[in-house]
């Protein structure tokens, strides 16, 4: 086949299958320089592979990029690091495109909250949950359904999570950043006398905690919510090493490894125990898992473009993806502007789950925290190795943690806990867990009173790395 043949395939699939390319086209796609340079070099490239092949074949989509699924000079997407997913309609059956024309992205105000979690931040930035970063649990399930096809189980798992340990749970409603005088009792009226919510940026509580992929220990520089370029870097030296150019499980993995072994060494009030230390290795896994370009393991990329507009991860040099010394800084997050598509399946708390034994069964990190003394206070030994029991293991955490923690609205137990059922138990009893959480009227015990007294009630009061602090 010759490089003209292949590039009139490449126009003629653009014509039918890139009206979303409007109003630049696909002419302007060509005519930038960077992108022109890409596209000939591997049509040239694959135009070599075919002459010297019999059979065609699937081009290398890592660090070489390219052509995939190019049979009989039928060009069914361009795969490019750079400049993303370049699908046509056959790629994408199934999937949704991004971003939405009413859903503009608009850089956070002075006020407007935003943390340590780039999906949610990049929601905000998008309008798909309030711009000022203050949500319910509600606006956080429909809007992580909507972009990131988040099964309801698990959004009502980490939103109502969320809520209980660094929101105002009557309300629903919690900062996805750090505190906020809007949050709280009486839409924060009796924050004076209750306290205010730590936002979800609380360390040590449900959705935050040490070793994560991009922000800081909270016990080193006090600060838990800034992105760290570095820290980014050393997670694009992986996708290199270990996701072939893609930011992969496998590449996740190792930099949660190297990102743990880190933070222990230099944090002597490191923390790292359940169930925080289970959302924080999860975050881990929705990095491939829902920023992918298309659904991983069906034919989506974690690709560079893709993976740097979330997390806000702007490159200092352009046309360099492929050099581990590549250094970044930080914009707002954003959909990537390109063109992107949704995973076509909704994430359930098993597969997240199964995510979170991956990262863990791999990088094998010990659970416990650091005591007052700065020794090491051991966590579980064992913990549940497989998805459905893990599964149930949390829900049941979140039961047996919240009633030592509810500082701001303790005399209210009664319909935290009617409310936590209701939002949690369809989710809970589809798992078939052993219905064992308190009932709807308020009683009850759960199996892991012991197990929350010791590694994740008392025992964090106990650890000063914990960052739980005992209101009296």
């Known amino acids: ?152 189980d698990l959004s009502s798992l980490l939103s109502t999570g969320g809520a209980l340990d660094g929101g105002d749970i009557i309300s629903q409603k919690m900062s996805i950043g750090g505190p906020d005088s809007r949050v709280g009792v009486l839409n924060g009226g009796l924050n004076k ?46 996708a290199i090493a270990k996701g072939n150019g893609t930011y992969s499980v496998d590449a996740i993995k190792e930099h949660f490894k190297n990102r743990y072994a880190a933070s222990k060494a230099a944090n002597k009030q490191f923390y790292f125990n359940l169930p925080s230390s289970a959302v924080v290795m999860g975050a881990y896994y929705f990095i491939p898992g829902f920023f992918s370009n298309g659904t991983i393991g069906a034919g989506g990329v974690a690709n560079e473009a893709s993976i740097t507009s979330f997390y806000g991860a702007k490159p200092t040099k352009k046309g360099a993806w492929n050099d581990p010394a590549l250094t970044y800084t930080h914009v707002p997050e954003r959909i990537p502007e390109q063109g992107w598509y949704r995973r076509a399946t909704p994430m359930t708390v098993v597969e997240a789950v199964g995510g979170i034994l991956d990262v863990y069964l791999y990088a094998k990190p010990a659970m416990g925290g650091s005591g007052a003394d700065q020794s090491w206070v051991l966590g579980p030994l064992n913990i549940p190795n497989n998805p459905q029991a893990l599964s149930c293991f949390l829900y049941n955490a979140i039961y047996a943690n919240f009633p030592s923690e509810l500082f701001n609205s303790v005399v209210l137990l009664q319909s935290v806990v009617n409310s936590l059922s209701g939002l949690l138990a369809p989710g809970y009893k589809a798992l078939g867990c052993t219905i064992n959480f308190p009932d709807a009227s308020g009683t009850g015990a759960t199996r892991y009173d012991a197990w929350s007294k010791r590694y994740v009630g008392d025992a964090k009061y106990k650890a000063t790395g914990s960052g739980w602090y005992r209101k009296l």
């Open 1 to 152: 086949m010759h490089l003209s043949a292949v590039y009139i395939a490449f126009l003629a699939a653009s014509a039918c299958a890139f009206p979303w390319l409007k109003p630049e086209g696909i002419e302007a796609l060509l005519s930038h320089p960077e992108a022109q340079a890409e596209i000939k070099t591997r049509l040239a490239e694959h135009e070599a592979i075919q002459n010297s092949q019999p059979e065609p074949r699937k081009l290398n989509t890592g660090l070489v990029g390219g052509l995939v699924t190019l049979l009989d000079g039928t060009l069914s997407a361009v795969l490019d690091n750079v400049l993303g997913l370049i699908p046509t309609n056959d790629a994408v059956k199934g999937l949704k495109k991004f971003p939405e024309a009413k859903y503009p992205f608009r850089a956070p105000g002075s006020t407007d909250q935003r943390g340590p979690c780039p999906g949610l931040n990049t929601l905000a930035n998008h309008g798909y949950i309030p711009r000022n970063g203050i949500a319910t649990i509600g606006q956080i399930n429909a809007a992580t359904a909507a972009v990131f096809n988040m099964g309801a």
């Open 193 to 238: 006398l209750l306290g205010t919510p730590s936002g979800i940026s609380g360390h040590g509580k449900f959705n935050e905690g040490d070793a994560s992929a991009t922000r800081e220990d909270f016990y080193l520089n006090g600060d838990n919510i800034s992105f760290k370029p570095e820290l980014f870097k050393q997670l694009h030296q992986q």
